[in-house]
Structures are given as C-alpha cells and as structure tokens.
C-alpha cells in the first residue's frame, strides 16, 4: 500500500518548523534536509487576470529524496514529525487513497508521494 503526505499551502506561513524537526529527527548533516519550504514570491500578480489578489506570495513546503515519511514512527502507528510539528495542520499522513479522498478541489493542495517507500 502507498502512503504519502497531503499538503494543503495555503495554510502555510514559512515558519520552517517542519524543516528543524525532520533535520533533527533524520540526524542530517549540514546542507541536506529531509523538507524545504520555498518561498515563491512575492511578485505583483497581473490585474487582468488575478482575483483580487494584488500579489503571488506561496511558502511551499516540498518533500526532498531524502523523506521516507519518517518510517520509523509511522510503522509504530506515531505520526511523522513533519506532521506533528505543524501548528497550522498543513500536511496529513495516510495512504494515498485516504489522502486523494481527503482532496476537496480547493486551490494550492498538493498529494506527495515519495518513490523510496
Ligand atoms: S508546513 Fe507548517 S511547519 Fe512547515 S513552514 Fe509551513 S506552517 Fe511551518
Ligand atoms: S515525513 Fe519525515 S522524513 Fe519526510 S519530510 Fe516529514 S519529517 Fe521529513
């Protein structure tokens, strides 16, 4: 069975607290890291064709190779620390069928699923 991570950007703020707990949790060195949160933006959106939004500005966390959804605390039926670090409920875990359910047709949701699981 697939499992994989549901992140819901909007709801981001670009605090950065996934990124720390999962360097802490994997142990990884400088310079790697398990997640990132891009920041796109920001850039003035055009007026003919957004929708009252004066400016494009996403922090979007994105999985790296290096993420195996924290297998070691899932398998015990503990939440990846990803997930639990989040203070603004961004990411879900759970199969990918649950999460593609769980997908409400709402802008900036994005189903990750790693290929090393
Ligand atoms: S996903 Fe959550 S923990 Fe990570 S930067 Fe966004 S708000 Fe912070
Ligand atoms: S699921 Fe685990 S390994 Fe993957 S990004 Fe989240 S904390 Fe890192």
Known sequence: MAYGLLIDYELCSGCQ??????????????????????DDGPWQMDDSKNSGRAFNWNKIPVPTDLCDLCVERTSRGREPVCVHHCLANVMRF????????????????????????
Do not use: Y
């Open 17 to 38: 607290s996934c990124e720390v707990a999962c360097k802490m949790e994997k142990n990884l060195p400088v310079g790697k890291w398990g997640i990132r949160v891009h």
């Open 94 to 117: 759970g199969t990918v069928d649950e999460l593609a359910r769980l997908m409400d047709g709402s802008m900036k949701q994005v189903l990750f699923v790693p290929s090393n699981q």
